[in-house]
């Protein structure tokens, strides 16, 4: 039997609302914009929309009773401010898992207790001039402590920053510096996660929608803390969407979808994940099939702590995870074909 077309994607719609989300910081637990941001996308196609008490989204067509849902989280990496150094720029601590070789170079924000933008700065080594330190910029360690941000501000006193509204435990988002390429590459950070958020958006403009499947948008996985009790209650399945990173010995589909088997918690479950990969086959979805070394996702959290869950993993294939991330256009359209035909599909495993 001849395969069936998945709905058709509109590869601009989908790069639209990445980029658009992009530029939306959304450390996590610090996703409110995000998150008001995208709760009008959803409820235009028919959702409902709900928040729980630290600001996840649930989202489901009205009076349905889903037992599957799809996750993708929208919080991201930052920093936050922990303290003052000598030479006037500020020490800061890294929000998520990301190495600090990654640091250097990147423009930042640094917000007030009300999420407004009080300055914007530049992440640097501590020692970040080779006329001055010459072979001693290479010599230093590449630590978070070795990491200083520099603020685009005239007074760096902690008088004039307490002016500012900056100080300890200041948040610092990291720009995402997007770049789309005539090639259809996009190039910024925190691909991971909106890439996959811009995938669900464009698999819902297809009409993707059914009953029967609940859309949960976490906002602290980032922190190892994914989904939670009250977002699944009911729910027996998850397609978790998220990254997969290309480099030696994985087998990342860079123009397609991948397919995790296992992650760091182990193997991801038979039954879910033999239905992705059966839909990928049925309407000839490229795909990949990896297992992730040093890994989690968002239905991990939850399986930790005892849930009775099926989680699946399907991810865009993406370079330089939690550094500077690149990614296709083309695996972000299949990924975005692959929740599509899921999310309409209601048979449930057995």
């Known amino acids: 039997m001849p395969a069936i077309a998945a709905p058709a994607i509109d590869s601009d719609y989908l790069v639209e609302c990445l980029t658009a989300m992009l530029d939306i910081p959304s450390p996590s637990l610090h996703g409110e914009a995000m998150a008001a941001w995208l709760m009008p996308r959803l409820e235009a196609h028919g959702l409902e929309v709900t928040t729980t008490a630290r600001g996840d989204l649930l989202a489901a067509l009205p009076d349905d009773r889903p037992r599957r849902a799809i996750t993708a989280h929208l919080d991201t990496l930052g920093a936050m401010v922990v303290g003052y150094r000598p030479d006037g720029r500020l020490a800061i601590r890294p929000i998520g898992h990301w190495n600090a070789r990654f640091a250097p170079?990147?423009?930042?924000?640094?917000?007030?207790?009300?999420?407004?933008?009080?300055?914007?700065?530049?992440?640097?080594?501590?020692?970040?001039?080779?006329?001055?330190?010459?072979?001693?910029?290479?010599?230093?360690?590449?630590?978070?402590?070795?990491?200083?941000?520099?603020?685009?501000?005239?007074?760096?006193?902690?008088?004039?920053?307490?002016?500012?509204?900056?100080?300890?435990?200041?948040?610092?988002?990291?720009?995402?510096?997007?770049?789309?390429?005539?090639?259809?590459?996009?190039?910024?950070?925190?691909?991971?996660?909106?890439a996959a958020i811009a995938c669900v958006l464009a698999a819902l403009q297809s009409g993707a929608a059914t009953p029967g499947t609940r859309l949960l948008v976490s906002c602290a996985e980032e922190l190892g803390v994914g989904l939670t009790a009250p977002m699944i209650e009911g729910i027996e399945e998850v397609l978790n969407l998220d990254?997969?990173?290309?480099?030696?010995?994985?087998?990342?589909?860079?123009?397609?979808?991948?397919?995790?088997?296992?992650?760091?918690?182990?193997?991801?479950?038979?039954?879910?994940?033999?239905?992705?990969?059966?839909?990928?086959?049925?309407?000839?979805?490229?795909?990949?099939?990896?297992?992730?070394?040093?890994?989690?996702?968002?239905?991990?959290?939850?399986?930790?702590?005892?849930?009775?869950?099926r989680n699946a993993l399907a991810c865009f294939g993406a370079d330089a995870?939690?550094?500077?991330?690149?990614?296709?256009?083309?695996?972000?359209?299949?990924?975005?074909?692959?929740?599509?035909?899921?999310?309409?599909?209601?048979?449930?495993?057995?």
């Open 321 to 350: 995870s939690h550094g500077w991330e690149r990614v296709h256009v083309d695996s972000l359209v299949a990924l975005a074909r692959l929740v599509a035909v899921w999310w309409q599909h209601t048979e449930r495993a057995g």
């Open 243 to 309: 990254i997969a990173a290309q480099g030696e010995g994985q087998n990342v589909c860079h123009d397609g979808v991948t397919v995790a088997m296992m992650d760091s918690l182990g193997p991801l479950h038979p039954l879910a994940t033999q239905r992705v990969l059966q839909l990928c086959q049925r309407h000839d979805i490229p795909h990949a099939r990896d297992c992730f070394p040093f890994y989690f996702c968002d239905g991990d959290s939850a399986a930790k702590a005892g849930q009775d869950l």
């Open 105 to 194: 170079g990147a423009r930042v924000r640094v917000h007030g207790d009300d999420g407004g933008i009080r300055a914007w700065g530049t992440l640097l080594p501590e020692k970040a001039s080779g006329h001055v330190y010459n072979e001693a910029v290479d010599a230093q360690p590449s630590d978070w402590a070795h990491i200083a941000l520099r603020l685009d501000v005239n007074d760096t006193s902690q008088a004039g920053l307490a002016s500012l509204g900056i100080g300890v435990g200041s948040l610092v988002s990291i720009d995402a510096q997007t770049v789309v390429t005539d090639t259809g590459f996009i190039n910024a950070r925190h691909l991971d996660n909106k």
